[in-house]
């Protein structure tokens, strides 16, 4: 199995309505994949609380292996959510590790 977890951080100088109008569409398009993406074993997405730390969102999910995330990556519905942040993101980190 291979855990794929990404954090958004979005710009500081968006304003905070356009942001937060952002961050739960893209929730919503992201935790809408698993029913149109069959190689999505699980998926979740945080918005961040603390008001103190740097990345706004967190993104997890679980695929049987890196080829099915690399599908899913370029599925044009995943790509489509991904645009929902284009306006308000600055930054993105990632990480995919096999467990197992």
Same mark, same amino acid.
């Given at each position: 199995?291979?855990?794929h977890i990404?954090?958004?951080?979005l710009?500081?100088?968006?304003p905070e309505a356009?942001k !937060? @109008?952002?961050?739960?569409?893209f929730k919503?398009a992201?935790?809408?994949?698993p /029913?149109r993406i069959?190689v999505i074993?699980?998926?979740?997405?945080?918005l961040?609380?603390?008001?103190?730390?740097?990345?706004s969102?967190g993104?997890?999910?679980?695929?049987?292996s !890196? @080829?099915?995330?690399?599908?899913y990556?370029?599925?044009?519905?995943h790509?489509? /959510?991904?645009?929902l942040?284009?306006?308000?993101k600055?930054?993105?980190?990632?990480v995919?590790?096999e467990?197992g």
């Amino acid at each position: 199995m291979v855990k794929h977890i990404v954090l958004f951080k979005l710009k500081d100088e968006a304003p905070e309505a356009q942001k !937060l @109008e952002a961050m739960n569409r893209f929730k919503a398009a992201i935790e809408a994949l698993p /029913a149109r993406i069959p190689v999505i074993r699980k998926v979740e997405v945080g918005l961040n609380i603390n008001p103190g730390e740097t990345w706004s969102i967190g993104l997890y999910s679980e695929f049987d292996s !890196l @080829e099915d995330v690399k599908s899913y990556a370029v599925h044009p519905d995943h790509v489509a /959510a991904g645009k929902l942040l284009a306006e308000v993101k600055e930054s993105r980190a990632c990480v995919d590790y096999e467990i197992g």
